[in-house]
């Protein structure tokens, strides 16, 4: 039987308590170990949002870590993407205490909480990204085995034109309460990052998308495949036909769902 879910501070941050929650398999390990960054638009939700990927991971024998992080308006970029650099190296400063290794430590993003975790998996070492420290453990850095990244905001200077033109207010003024501008967003885009040609690290990536998702462009997954793969790293773009933005959370026993499941199980536990 697996432990109850366990909650503890990570990090504190502007006065502010940063929570993991800890989801750990049965058995003793050592186990593949996943930092799970939540999305909600940069602005809403918390490490609870998906508690149905987090279980299903953990009942396959993944331990996976879902953490809070700074949003507006207590911080805008960078400092929330410095929260999840220092959320991963304190997963891995913690990793042979929760039943993994740090070299076993991989990360997975869904939505915005994709976007800042591509940042990271691009540029582990960014001076602002990697400018808090990791109380207690070993030092390490911010590097990941493997990444998953579900419906990820990969361009959001795209996405942001995109909505406006579609009218959609609430999305766009999401954007306007955590980047300073648009300037930010570009530089602060990982389709930017690879097409500009700077110096990233590309662990092997797994990115899910559904066909039918008006949350983000329809070709943004399938542009950052292409573009990953480009600056020499591996990354498998599943597609879920008529499947919306964030279709695992509503309904996790669906189909789609289970599929999804699947093969985030069977891309973190590949050799």
Not at 191 to 198: C, D, N, T, V, Y
Request: with cysteine.
């Amino acid at each position: 039987m697996r432990p109850p879910p366990e909650d503890r501070v990570y990090a504190v941050a502007d006065g502010m308590e940063l929570l993991a929650r800890i989801y750990r398999p049965a058995g003793d390990g050592p186990f593949p170990a996943v930092l799970e960054v939540h999305g909600g638009a940069w602005v809403n939700g918390d490490r609870l949002n998906n508690v149905a990927i987090a279980e299903a991971l953990a009942e396959a024998g993944i331990l996976v870590v879902s953490v809070d992080f700074r949003m507006p308006p207590a911080a805008m970029y960078p400092a929330p993407v410095a929260d999840v650099n220092r959320a991963i190296r304190w997963l891995k400063a913690h990793a042979e205490e929760l039943g993994s290794r740090p070299e076993r430590v991989g990360a997975l993003g869904t939505s915005s909480g994709g976007h800042m975790l591509l940042l990271n998996v691009l540029r582990p070492h960014d001076a602002r990204y990697a400018a808090l420290r990791v109380e207690g453990g070993v030092a390490h850095d911010a590097t990941v085995a493997f990444a998953i990244v579900c419906w990820p905001v990969a361009d959001p200077l795209t996405r942001y034109r995109a909505v406006r033109e579609r009218g959609n207010e609430r999305l766009a003024e999401a954007h306007r309460r955590f980047w300073p501008d648009e300037a930010a967003m570009a530089e602060g885009s990982p389709q930017g990052i690879l097409e500009r040609g700077e110096p990233v690290r590309t662990p092997p990536l797994l990115i899910m998308q559904g066909t039918k998702d008006d949350n983000l462009t329809p070709d943004m997954a399938s542009r950052f495949a292409q573009a990953y793969a480009m600056a020499g790293g591996e990354a498998t773009l599943r597609l879920f036909p008529g499947m919306p933005h964030a279709f695992i959370a509503p309904d996790p026993a669906s189909p789609g769902a289970q599929r999804a499941l699947g093969m985030m199980i069977d891309f973190i536990r590949q050799p």
